[in-house]
């Protein structure tokens, strides 16, 4: 393993969507591609020509798990740590909001097989061998305690192993139904944390300090409460309505209070996955450019992008998201 790669642990998910802007099943068709929070930053690093390995559970015996791993294969992300093992493929419905109707997405991810998943299942010290970075997310443990009991082990194997561990937040309410509250879970994780990436309302959740107002007021408590964070990057999004968002991101490094340009996204193709292309685009600003506010720009522009991508891949390209940053919003066709 390159000694540059980043691994990523995550539940791999079948996505359903229903055709164009339709309602659940007003007619009987489905588009079907994969997707998942961490299968997301791992293909969109690997996009950005870094190195990605992506761990996650699936069924064995499964063909369309056996095509979800070809499909991450294809984007040239590693996927020899994947385990193997009982249970079946997670798997969403996702409704595209239009208008002033909001989108839906459904989960069926009881009993798959990252839902059985435990600890020991997985090699950590293997999987992190010659690893720079672990990225992980509030959404699998989620899913079952066993799932919430591996994700932290994960972390905890990695910040051992000297890697940089950055955790996206993601709370899914709907998901948290197997006893212990998001707060007490997550609030262990952050404890495992170098990176935290959040949304303003969640982290207050999290945090337990609802009276909070403001991005840099919720990120410095954080960095309080937790003295092993060492940043914390919050995602600001607006949203008059399901077709057009306004989209910006601060950062609190304990040096400095950053904040990136804000876009205007006024014909939103697919918003789902866009928080994954951030937490990506942050990896790699982070690791390859030369200031933590070019890394900041970095990350919001490549979730700009995806927001015009159907699906929950971003395919944008490092040169992609440059060409944004210098002003490259023309529309026009690139020959």
Not at 24 to 43: C, I, R, W
Not at 95 to 110: Q, S, T
Not at 231 to 240: N, Q
Request: hydrophobic share 45%; aromatic share 8%; net charge neutral.
């Amino acid at each position: 393993m390159n000694r540059n790669s980043v691994v990523t642990f995550g539940e791999s998910l079948l996505r359903l969507t229903s055709p164009g802007f339709e309602r659940f099943l007003q007619t009987p068709n489905f588009t079907a591609v994969f997707g998942g929070a961490e299968a997301n930053v791992a293909v969109a690093l690997s996009s950005f020509g870094m190195d990605a390995t992506y761990v996650t559970v699936l069924p064995e015996n499964n063909p369309i798990a056996d095509a979800a791993v070809a499909e991450l294969r294809r984007f040239g992300v590693d996927t020899s740590q994947i385990t193997r093992s009982k249970g079946r493929l997670g798997t969403y419905y996702m409704e595209l909001g239009a208008d002033h109707r909001a989108g839906r997405v459904v989960y069926d991810r009881e009993y798959s097989a990252m839902a059985l998943a435990r600890p020991g299942d997985i090699r950590w010290d293997s999987v992190f061998d010659g690893a720079r970075w672990f990225h992980t997310t509030g959404i699998t443990p989620a899913i079952s305690a066993s799932a919430a009991d591996l994700s932290l082990e994960a972390m905890r194997a990695a910040r051992k192993k000297g890697l940089t561990v950055s955790f996206d937040l993601n709370y899914r309410r709907s998901l948290w139904k197997w006893g212990k509250s998001a707060q007490e879970v997550l609030t262990e994780m952050i404890a495992a944390t170098d990176i935290l990436l959040a949304n303003e309302e969640h982290l207050r959740m999290i945090l337990g300090k609802d009276g909070l107002v403001g991005a840099r007021a919720v990120a410095d408590q954080a960095l309080t409460a937790h003295a092993n964070l060492k940043a914390v990057a919050i995602s600001l999004r607006e949203s008059p309505d399901a077709g057009r968002h306004s989209w910006s991101a601060c950062l609190n490094n304990r040096q400095e209070f950053l904040t990136s340009r804000r876009y205007d996204i006024t014909h939103i193709v697919d918003r789902i996955g866009a928080g994954d292309a951030f937490a990506a685009g942050l990896i790699y600003g982070w690791t390859n450019l030369d200031s933590r506010q070019a890394a900041l720009e970095f990350a919001v522009a490549a979730s700009c992008l995806k927001h015009s991508i159907p699906g929950d891949f971003c395919r944008a390209t490092v040169e992609e998201v440059h060409a944004l940053l210098a002003g490259g919003t023309q529309g026009r066709i690139s020959r």
